[in-house]
Every structure is written in C-alpha cells, then in structure tokens.
C-alpha cells in the first residue's frame, strides 16, 4: 500500500537550471507535507515542508507547490547547483488522533552536473 | 551536539542471530520511530513510540520488537535476522509540538 507515490526515480539536471520532483498522495487527511534531503551516508534532514491550506511556499531556491484538489505537490529547485545533488524524500503525515507519522515516498536521486 | 546517536554504525550479522540496533537523544522528544531504508521503496516505518512506555507498530514490523523504558532510548532488536532484514535502519525522533522529525545517520546491517 502505497500512499505517497514519487517520481521521477532518478533525475539529471544542468547546473543553473531548475529540478522538479513530483508527490501524489491517497488519504485526504494528511496534514503536513515536508520534503527531506538525504546525502550519501547521512540521514535524511527537513528541507521545507508545507500544510495543505497553503498553495506555495519558497525558502531561498526551494520552492513546494501545493495541490490540494489534484493530491498532489512537488519540489521545485531553482538555478540548481552540484551541491543539491542528494536524494529527496518526499512525505505526507498523518492526522491528529492516529501515530502522527510520516509516510515517506519513494525517493529521487537527483544529479546536477556542473 | 544535540541530537540522535544510533549504533552500530554498521554491522555484519549471521542469520539467526540475535541484534540490537541502539538509539538515543538527548533533545528531550516525546516522539521515535524505526524506519528501514531500501533502494526503491523509499522509508517504510518499523515501529515507534509516541511518548515513554509506549510503542506501535508501523507498516513492516514483522521480525523487529523495540521498548521504551524511558524518554531518550530507543532500541531495536532483530529477534533472529534474516537476509530480508539487511537494510539500512535509522531511528528518528520528533517533538509532538512541532512537525519535522530529527533523523540519526543509520545503521547499515547486512544479514548473511
């Protein structure tokens, strides 16, 4: 059962250009909806994170927008730079009443070459 | 340095055996959770314990037992390992007042 669906798996970008990562989520009920970071060897830390009555929300070149209708967000990394290159989780938490967990995608391996 | 501090940091294991992954903080969060990390299926959730002398179980529990005997341990045991089980594990916590979670830098366990 998979209730955060992420793609691309993997993703290529020229330096300064602009990375795209895309989440779909099933259970209407999530309430936050945070992006995480992960470089080799590390674990994963919080890059942005948005609630669902916000439509976008930028931190510096990062950039989540919001589609409550559709389930859907997505990560936007402008004038991306070799040192992003990480893999990205993104993650939907559950609501109060329940464990208040994060339910993780799949990840996205992403490379900026210089 | 406040934060999580999980050990081993790797760990070549027998199958059979018995293995206890450790976890502690020292940020005084209610919250910890086990996740395991495969590549392809992104974090799965083990188990996790919402505040000190309590656990549930999350979406791959089977094989894992953890405790909570107090606020900053959070330990993991593999009862008997198999080679499903290699993976790479890490323990997070959070505050119930706030959002992100805290992750450790992972324990890397190959079952052989």
């Known amino acids: 059962q998979q209730q955060v669906k992420q793609s691309p798996q993997s993703l290529i970008v020229q330096k300064g250009g602009i990375s795209i990562i895309n989440c779909a989520y099933e259970?209407?009920?999530?309430?936050?909806f945070p992006w995480y970071q992960q470089f080799p060897g590390k674990g994963p830390a919080l890059l942005i994170a948005i609630r669902p009555d916000v439509s976008e929300k930028k931190e510096g070149r990062f950039t989540i927008s919001f589609n409550k209708s559709a389930k859907q967000f997505s990560l936007h990394i402008m004038d991306s730079q070799p040192g992003d290159s990480a893999t990205y989780f993104c993650a939907a938490r559950s609501p109060p009443g329940s464990a208040r967990q994060l339910t993780f995608g799949s990840g996205t391996q992403l490379t900026v070459l210089p | 340095i406040a934060g999580i501090t999980q050990a081993p940091t790797s760990q070549i294991l027998a199958a059979g055996r018995r293995m206890t992954l450790r976890c502690t903080q020292d940020m005084r969060h209610n919250a910890m959770y086990w996740y395991r990390q495969d590549l392809g299926l992104g974090l799965r959730l083990i188990h996790y314990?919402?505040?000190?002398?309590?656990?549930g179980k999350g979406e791959v529990p089977d094989g894992y037992s953890v405790s909570r005997a107090n606020t900053d341990d959070f330990p993991l045991t593999l009862a008997s390992a198999v080679p499903s089980q290699t993976s790479v594990y890490f323990c997070?916590?959070?505050?119930?007042?706030?959002?992100?979670?805290?992750f450790g830098s992972g324990t890397r366990l190959t079952v052989v």
């Open positions: 259970n209407t009920a999530f309430d936050y």
């Open positions: 314990s919402n505040t000190a002398g309590t656990t």
């Open positions: 997070a916590s959070s505050d119930s007042g706030t959002n992100g979670y805290t």
